[in-house]
């Protein structure tokens, strides 16, 4: 069974840290692949706050590009708003019920699961837990932990904010700076 591993976000832009946690998921042989889900409109975050669809979209698709087992997945994009994730899990395991859904959360992430909508449902669902700053990780017998990962001290907040392009050349694949300066999303870049 193809196990997959998705990797739910906003990616308001993707950055280098969301391709990096991927990538050791990949490594670390915990998923056959990785699909990242992006969510138009997460219920925690104000939509005051984010791109338009179709440029995060797209910022999406270049980022993944050249990553081997990594896909875009569009699946919220076609569901109503704001995006549940137990929703989107029905709906991708009544279409793919030879697949074995894995979740990918950082550990804050993981700490607050038990609060979200259908929670009983969700903690069905594996998780795969990566380190956040100054969240201690926790041995739950549902949970992966990712080991030995680096943390990647890159917010999309603080590239959103950021004025130097050189910084966020750092942060962001080269696709998406380029995307960004082309499309003029963020003031000064």
């Known amino acids: 069974m193809k196990r997959v591993a998705l990797f739910f976000g906003s990616f308001n832009p993707i950055h280098n840290g969301h391709i990096h946690i991927a990538q050791e998921v990949l490594r670390q042989q915990k998923a056959d692949e990785v699909q990242f889900v992006l969510s138009p409109q997460n219920p925690h975050k104000p939509a005051t706050e984010l791109l338009p669809e179709h440029h995060r979209w797209n910022m ?5 590009e050249p990553h081997p087992k990594t896909i875009p997945n569009d699946i919220e994009l ?3 708003t704001p995006s549940y994730t137990a929703a989107t899990l029905q709906k991708l395991t009544q279409k793919n019920p030879d697949t074995t859904f894995l979740m990918v959360l950082g550990a804050d992430t993981a700490a607050s699961l038990p609060s979200w909508k259908n929670a009983d449902y969700l903690m069905q669902f594996p998780c795969i837990v990566y380190p956040r700053k100054g ?3 926790e041995n739950n017998a549902s949970e992966t932990v990712l080991q030995n990962v680096s943390l ?3 917010s999309a907040t603080q590239i959103r904010l950021e004025k130097k392009g050189d910084r966020l050349k750092n942060w962001l694949p080269k696709s998406v700076f380029a995307y960004i300066q082309k499309h003029q999303l963020f003031s000064d870049t």
């Open 60 to 64: 999406l698709q270049l980022a993944l």
């Open 78 to 80: 076609h569901l109503p």
């Open 152 to 154: 990647q001290d890159i």
């Open 135 to 137: 969240i201690a990780l």
